[in-house]
Each structure stands twice: as structure tokens, then as C-alpha cells.
């Protein structure tokens, strides 16, 4: 979905892989989506690691556990939004633009 909006996008299926390229190449990225249930490191954690490692990385949760966890605790963890699943690929592209384009 955010490549046909005109991103480029580096995809992991492991949240470890993810946390390793991260790390290597702090400055690479924009923004960083994760899921909250993942195999090895669940989204919190992986957030929570990389804003150690790079503070004020933008960083969107999604998750279809809207009882677990809410837009107010996702922004309490450091994060910058919340996309509950499902979610449309308006949904998607709206809250990404409003993160990578604050006020604009």
C-alpha cells in the first residue's frame, strides 16, 4: 500500500531482522511500522529498542488487539500513532503523512 503512495519501503517479516538492519543504518529510515503480536520481539519492545537507539524515531503501531492496546499507550511508549487493524490503505496513508509531514 505505501509504495503505491510514492514510498519506498523496506519490508521485514522478523521484528530481530528488523531491530538488526535498523541498528546498522539509524539514520536510513523515516518512519517504522510494526505490529504489536510478532514472533521473537512484539512491537512494543521493538519500538522501545529502537528509540534507544535512535531517539525521536517515528514509529506507528498497528495491531487488530484494539482492547490491549489504545492510541493514549502507544503515544505513553514513545510511539506516534496507532493504526487499528483493519485498517484501509486511506487509513494507512493518512496517519503516515500526518507523521512524516506534521502541520502540513
Known amino acids: 500500500m505505501l509504495e503505491r503512495l510514492g514510498y519506498q519501503v523496506t519490508m521485514k517479516t522478523s ?3 528488523a531491530f ?7 539514520d536510513r ?7 504489536l503480536a510478532m514472533p521473537g520481539m512484539d512491537g512494543v519492545k521493538l ?8 531517539p525521536g524515531l517515528p514509529i506507528l503501531m498497528t495491531t487488530g488487539y484494539s482492547s490491549v492496546m ?19 490503505a486511506r487509513d494507512l496513508g493518512e496517519l503516515v ?8
Open 20 to 26: 538488526a538492519l535498523v541498528s546498522d543504518h539509524p
Open 29 to 35: 529510515f523515516d518512519l517504522v511500522i510494526t505490529d
Open 97 to 104: 503523512h500526518r507523521v512524516l509531514h506534521p502541520g502540513g
Open 47 to 54: 519500538g522501545s529498542e529502537l528509540l534507544r537507539i535512535r
Open 70 to 88: 489504545t492510541a493514549d499507550k502507544v503515544r505513553e511508549l514513545g510511539f506516534m500513532g496507532l493504526l487499528n487493524k483493519p485498517s484501509t
Open 15 to 17: 521484528a530481530l531482522e
